[in-house]
């Protein structure tokens, strides 16, 4: 099936205003493998009338399908490994010593620590970073917090992906992606052709719609922000403006760790970089003093 350039440009200029995605020129034929299955899905017969569909859709699910469909929700657990390292023995560790040093109360259900996935996809990344603070928790040497001091919320532009994301199953071959054997025993159970995400897991995530070119300010503020492999996909005035609502949301001493092949250079100068064991972190840059 054909995609004109007038149906290329169309389709284009939708998913930029929609979800701030800037596809280049040489990408016609992406959208045209990602939206081919949608128009013979929902019975058309060519671009042009998925696009007129899309239109008059005024309960916006296929919009919603067509922004799915465009995205890469390419992902897996413990991605890249080292972050999720780092985070265990290096951020968690200086999180609940900042919170000890504020004197705060790590009893009962006090969400003293919380941590955004945005960009959580199918929710690998979301569900990795529980289970580490289960491990980090279970082997530290003061127990005076628990998982339940923990909040993490996990955002997608897609309902359609958070709502399979919350429901916590994955087939075998995303298992096998990036998971300890040991891991897969302690913290999943085989429910037919799937394993689900034990319960306490997914207890721990709190899964929401979120389109980040728009405003998210009243979400909270976070201790971690991760936020990887996703700026990579916006123009650099949309990259600009999520990275000033990071800033924002961030606590001071908190962290925004993005994919290995992104950085603030030439986005940002609120932030300063900083190499923690293998991850390059951002933190707030300090202010000057007055009299500098």
């Known amino acids: 099936m054909d995609l004109s350039d007038q149906e290329f440009f169309l389709f284009r200029e939708f998913i930029r205003r929609t979800a701030g995605i800037s596809i280049r020129d040489n990408k016609k034929y992406l959208i045209s493998q990602r939206l081919e299955p949608v128009v013979h899905g929902r019975g058309c017969q060519s671009f042009g ?42 951020i968690l560790p200086q999180l609940i010593d900042n919170g000890r040093r504020r004197n705060d109360r790590f009893e009962g259900s006090n969400k003293l620590i919380k941590i955004w996935s945005a960009g959580a996809s199918t929710g690998q990344e979301p569900y990795s970073i529980a289970i580490l603070i289960h491990e980090f928790l ?21 309902s359609k992906i958070i709502a399979g994301a919350e429901k916590g199953f994955y087939d075998e071959s995303q298992i096998k992606r990036g998971l300890l054997d040991g891991y897969v025993r302690k913290y999943f159970q085989k429910e037919g052709m799937f394993w689900k995400v034990r319960d306490d897991i997914r207890s721990m995530v709190r899964f929401k719609q979120l389109n980040l070119t728009e405003s998210f300010k009243l979400i909270g503020a976070f201790n971690v922000i991760f936020c990887r492999n996703v700026l990579i996909y916006f123009d650099d ?41 293998q991850t390059i972190v951002y933190q707030k840059r300090r202010p000057l003093p007055d009299n500098a």
């Open 49 to 90: 009338g998925l696009y007129q569909m899309m239109k008059s859709d005024s309960s916006g699910e296929l919009k919603d399908e067509i922004i799915t469909a465009v995205t890469t929700n390419e992902t897996s657990f413990f991605r890249d490994t080292h972050p999720f390292h780092t985070f265990k023995h290096h």
């Open 138 to 158: 279970e082997n530290a040497v003061r127990r005076n917090i628990s998982p339940n001091n923990f909040a993490i919320l996990a955002t997608d532009i897609s």
């Open 237 to 277: 005035a949309t990259k600009s403006r999520i990275v000033d609502q990071f800033y924002d949301i961030l606590c001071d001493n908190g962290f925004l760790i993005l994919g290995s092949t992104e950085s603030l250079y030439g986005i940002s100068e609120k932030f300063e970089s900083g190499l923690l064991d």
